[in-house]
């Protein structure tokens, strides 16, 4: 079992930057990806960005690539750093654990407000 908990999620003016942080409790392997998705209200939600947690294998939106960069450290956490933000990122922001075998994202943290004001 994993435990995701987010962290870093605030207020930020356009043109800004935020970093999110998600801190896994348990084992989490090299086969293992960690995505980040996000909702914002009265919107589906919608993927983000994905990492193999080897490193092997990165992968971002559209609507994203260019201005966010998924990495991770050796300690369990994930980090979603953002640059260049804009209001349309404004969202609760979700980092979830795949375990391969499986056909959807596994564990789930609680998500963390992102606000991106104009």
């Known amino acids: 079992h994993v435990h995701l908990v987010e962290s870093g999620g605030g207020l930020v003016q356009a043109g800004g930057s935020l970093r999110l942080s998600c801190a896994a409790s348990g084992r989490i392997f090299s086969s293992y990806a960690m995505g980040w998705f996000r909702q914002a209200p009265g919107k589906e939600r919608e993927f983000v960005a994905r990492i193999m947690w080897s490193g092997s294998s990165i992968v971002y939106a559209d609507s994203v690539n260019g201005r966010f960069t998924v990495s991770r450290d050796n300690k369990n956490t994930g980090y979603l750093q953002m640059n260049s933000l804009k209001t349309e990122d404004t969202a609760v922001y979700y980092c979830?654990?795949?375990?391969?075998?499986?056909?959807?994202?596994?564990?789930w943290g609680q998500g963390t407000q992102v606000t991106v004001s104009s």
């Open positions: 979830a654990v795949d375990v391969p075998g499986t056909r959807s994202y596994d564990y």
